[in-house]
């Protein structure tokens, strides 16, 4: 299973970006599919998670701002974010859960900055 994420950049502190991944190769039974962010320095952490059934999970410094949704017929999962601050910036990772283990993608890089 191979993950491809696309959609980051640099934007201004109060700008949206919207992060896509797409998931692809041999896929049974998706359990869920997520967004993970690394900032310098830091862990890596969850941002969202959305579980089958509908289920979402949010880290609380991003309730209110971003958004996950998935297109289950095409193995993709968006993350869409608003209202973006500077310590949103790091590198923000796709997974999915699917096969019985967890795959990541290789990240894509947000900068929030004037």
């Known amino acids: 299973v191979q993950l491809q994420a696309s959609g980051g950049g640099l934007v201004q502190p109060g700008g949206s970006l919207r992060l896509s991944c797409a998931a692809s190769?041999?896929?049974?039974?998706?359990?869920?599919m997520g967004w993970y962010r690394q900032a310098p320095g830091k862990e890596r952490e969850l941002v969202a998670l959305a579980i089958n059934g509908g289920n979402t999970n949010y880290a609380d410094s991003v309730k209110g701002r971003f958004t996950i949704s998935r297109v289950n017929a095409k193995n993709t999962v968006f993350l869409q974010m608003v209202s973006l601050k500077p310590d949103d910036t790091a590198v923000y990772f796709c997974?999915?859960?699917?096969?019985?283990?967890?795959?990541w993608g290789q990240g894509t890089l947000v900068t929030v900055s004037s």
């Open positions: 997974n999915i859960f699917c096969n019985g283990r967890v795959y």
């Open positions: 190769g041999t896929i049974f039974s998706i359990n869920a």
